[in-house]
């Protein structure tokens, strides 16, 4: 039973509640205006993004990993930095889930805490120097 | 043609659009029909059952005078009555009218070769006209109807069936085996998805149902026997003994207040106590005590007797026997209702061993206002807040390998509601399922499904492997099948959603009653479609969970639906009888009483004075199983003959 349990724990994704209610997920919810837990996981975004190919993580299982507060797993995806903002999502969602706008959020989120650069092509120093809104505006340059 | 039948019969035969001429060549076999000499007349038209094709075929009676009919269409499943009745509004006696098959059994059977299927159309009306010439004009038997009814069970399907009889003007026994009318719907706290409180819905039409002046409640009472017929049943009732008189008791309660004994309550599914003389909740109908001789003192020990010392009435008769009574009545509803699959069968889920893995009726009571709890909602094993509760659905339902093979249908949407309501009452809680499916369908359901969700439900795509106990927690390992990835939480308490399972006991009433069960053991309906609230069983109807798991609102409108049959029944003064039975030749009969062990509908016993069998012709169907049965042919069924299913079979060679 122990080595079960050990076993248990080192191959199981870990669902907590203290993650599910975390910070993070709240400020998501504020920036872009949308409540992730009405998500039923239909796929439409999915389906319909024109970016797919390239992205790590499909747009519907970042909502999803979002909803169990899965953090370090999005941040570490490409998905919201290849994200064109297209809208598609947005628009075609069943639920009314702004998904192009929690992937806009998702940015902000991961810019202004400093949480992942490897995604960026900014040296860590720089990162650590510039004040975020700095790098926002930077990196939507970058993007124009 | 050898035994050429004497009577004038007359062959219509059906196009069925392009059903039947689109495979098989009508004209040919109208042309081949009418050569035979037994034929005095045969035609061909596009719809038979239509309005001119019925007027044609009753034409044809008058003016040829015609003795039989044959109407070669579909299967007499369809359309036999429409036709047998159009031939006796021309006056032949409906039963000398005769379906030939030609539409199910040939033209379908044989699309790709038109010749053989007109060869053997010809050949099956062939056969038809060697039976309908032995067909006998048959006539309609009838008996009384006894316009009172009886209902077996008080959930909320039988007090709204029993409701709806007693409004007509008939008189109604709701028959309960419980203390009290109520079932399982008292036991629940809020109702989906309007969350109104079950109790606040339930108690009106119970205490409606209780002050019935046609309604007559036989609580703690259960059906032992039933015999006789559709309109003419004769039901033996036990009475069990409650140890208290209910005709003197004023249900005060004293006793139950008194009493020293404290046992796990079955209303609060084990969470709350009760003592040894007791009723179930407070709202009970009737609201009367009985004792539980089990964990009396008084019957262990012979001591005690507090309950008669503080009854003021002098209600309490440690002595009273159980009461057999009789009650006569034309019509049954069968309302028994379902139960929990006991989470002990579920070995990976604690097999019942774990204190805060409990299921979900339990978790109603801890949610019900009137519960162990009064509503707050605590776990078993320390009483603290849960503050991580997991939802586990299908469990035991959709497992046809190791439990039960349907959908319980109803655990969604409860656990939906469970969550939510467990998410307004702990503000700082979260709520997880597990499910399968969320099967939704029903009026404002999935709207209600969408607000559990919004509201911060967690759903988890994928059924739980394993639930232990780890310290202070319930681990629950499962694993997201949207993300492909194990899945587990540490929980302060589990809710299974268990299957739902026929009543206990519904197998002995299975007997008693003698109608059918499937193999799950829920009731068998006389159609699934078309006849869901019947039985095979004349004047037996069906209502509630025990026919199949089903929500309120459906068990109020299927209960409603078997009160309509019951009072359509109790509109005639008599009842007609099929005369297609079987009948016995009592110089043939040897009394060898094998027709009467055969006999699915127990409509024969045997007579052991005259020693041959006697048939009840309420009782028969007509199936045909005796006449099998029977080493002497002495079972005759009329109009199926041996004489005429021999000459059927000469017709072919």
């Known amino acids: ?24 997920i709240h400020k998501i919810i504020d920036i872009s205006g949308t409540n992730i837990w009405k998500c039923y996981q239909c796929g439409k975004c999915s389906a319909g993004c024109p970016m797919v190919d390239f992205m790590e993580l499909l747009p519907h299982q970042v909502i999803r990993l979002a909803q169990i507060g899965k953090w370090k797993e999005i941040c570490e995806a490409n998905t919201a930095w290849i994200c064109a903002a297209c809208l598609t999502c947005s628009v075609r969602c069943p639920r009314g889930i702004k998904i192009a706008e929690v992937m806009e959020a998702l940015r902000q989120v991961v810019l202004r805490n400093r949480l992942s650069n490897k995604r960026l092509n900014i040296s860590e120093e720089r990162i650590r120097r510039l004040p975020p809104i700095a790098l926002i505006s930077a990196y939507r340059k970058i993007l124009e | 043609m050898k035994g050429t039948p004497p009577r004038k019969i007359g062959v219509f035969v059906c196009h069925c659009g392009k059903n039947i001429a689109g495979v098989v060549d009508v004209n040919r076999v109208v042309e081949d029909i009418s050569r035979l000499e037994s034929v ?39 359309h036999e009555a429409t036709f047998r009745k159009a031939a006796s509004k021309a006056g032949l006696n409906p039963y000398c009218v005769e379906m030939a098959n030609i539409r199910e059994q040939c033209a379908w059977a044989h699309q790709n070769d038109p010749e053989k299927a007109t060869r053997k159309a010809v050949e099956i009306i062939r056969t038809m006209i060697q039976k309908t010439a032995e067909d006998k004009p048959l006539y309609e038997g009838s008996i009384p109807v006894l316009k009172r009814a009886m209902v077996i069970g008080g959930g909320v399907a039988g007090i709204q069936a029993s409701l709806d009889i007693a409004d007509a003007g008939y008189e109604v026994i709701l028959v309960e085996r419980e203390p009290s009318i109520g ?29 019935h002046p046609n309604i007559k409640i036989l609580a703690w009472s259960e059906a032992r026997e039933v015999s006789g017929y559709v309109g003419n049943f004769t039901v033996t009732i036990e009475r069990k003994a409650s140890g208290v008189d209910w005709t003197k008791c004023t249900g005060c309660g004293m006793c139950m207040e008194k009493c020293p004994i404290k046992i796990p309550a079955e209303f609060d599914r084990g969470l709350g106590v009760r003592k040894a003389i007791y009723s179930p909740f407070p709202q009970a109908v009737p609201n009367k005590p009985v004792i539980d001789r089990e964990h009396c003192l008084h019957y262990a020990k012979g001591k005690c007797g507090i309950c008669q010392k503080v009854c003021e009435v002098g209600a309490i008769d440690f002595d009273q026997a159980p009461e057999i009574i009789k009650e006569e009545v034309g019509a049954i509803i069968v309302a028994t209702g379902f139960d929990i699959y006991p989470k002990e069968n ?43 509760i997991v939802f586990v659905q299908c469990s035991g339902s959709r497992d046809p390998e190791k439990h039960k093979p349907y959908c319980s249908r109803i655990c969604c949407m409860y656990t939906a509601k469970q969550a939510l309501l467990y998410k307004h009452a702990v503000h700082k809680g979260r709520p997880y399922i597990f499910y399968i499916d969320i099967r939704s369908g029903g009026k404002n359901y999935e709207e209600f499904v969408a607000r559990a969700q919004e509201e911060g439900v967690i759903y988890i795509r994928g059924k739980v492997s394993r639930i232990y106990q780890s310290g202070d927690k319930v681990t629950v390992v499962g694993v997201d099948t949207l993300l492909a990835k194990p899945a587990q939480i540490d929980a302060d308490m589990v809710v299974l959603a268990m299957a739902m399972v026929p009543k206990e006991g519904s197998d002995d009433l299975r007997k008693v009653l003698k109608i059918t069960a499937d193999k799950n053991g829920f009731w068998t309906e006389a159609h699934p479609k078309m006849d869901p609230v019947g039985t095979t069983t004349r004047g037996i109807y069906l209502a509630g969970c025990g026919q199949a798991p089903r929500d309120v609102p459906d068990t109020v409108a299927q209960a409603s639906g078997a009160a309509g049959k019951v009072i359509s029944l109790f509109s005639r003064e008599t009842l007609s009888l099929d005369p297609m039975i079987v009948s016995v030749d009592e110089e043939l009969c040897a009394g060898c009483g094998l027709c009467v062990s055969v006999c699915p509908y127990e409509a024969r016993i045997l007579d052991e004075k005259k020693k041959v069998a006697i048939v009840n012709e309420a ?17 005759i069924h009329k109009n199926f003959s041996k004489k005429q299913v021999l000459k059927m079979v000469d017709a072919l060679s």
């Open chain 1, 1 to 24: 039973m122990i080595y079960f349990i050990a076993l248990i724990q080192v191959i199981c994704m870990q669902i907590k509640t203290e993650e599910v209610l975390s910070d993070l």
């Open chain 2, 40 to 78: 005095a007349f045969a035609m061909d038209y596009k719809y038979m059952c239509s309005q001119p094709g019925q007027a044609m075929i009753q034409e044809k009676i008058r003016e040829k005078g015609l003795e039989g009919v044959i109407v070669a269409a579909c299967t007499p499943n369809l």
């Open chain 2, 183 to 211: 079932g399982h719907m008292a036991q629940l706290s809020e109702t989906f998805p309007t969350l109104d409180c079950a109790q606040c819905v339930l108690t009106p039409k119970m205490v409606a149902a209780g002050t």
């Open chain 2, 346 to 388: 579920i070995g990976e889920y604690g097999a019942g061993k774990i204190p805060d893995v409990i299921d979900s009726l339990a978790f109603e009571r801890l949610l019900s206002a009137s519960g162990p709890t009064s509503g707050e909602i605590r776990r078993p094993s320390d009483g603290k807040i849960p503050e991580t």
């Open chain 2, 619 to 635: 009782l028969c169907k007509g199936c045909g199983a005796c006449m099998a049965a029977c080493p002497n042919s002495a079972c």
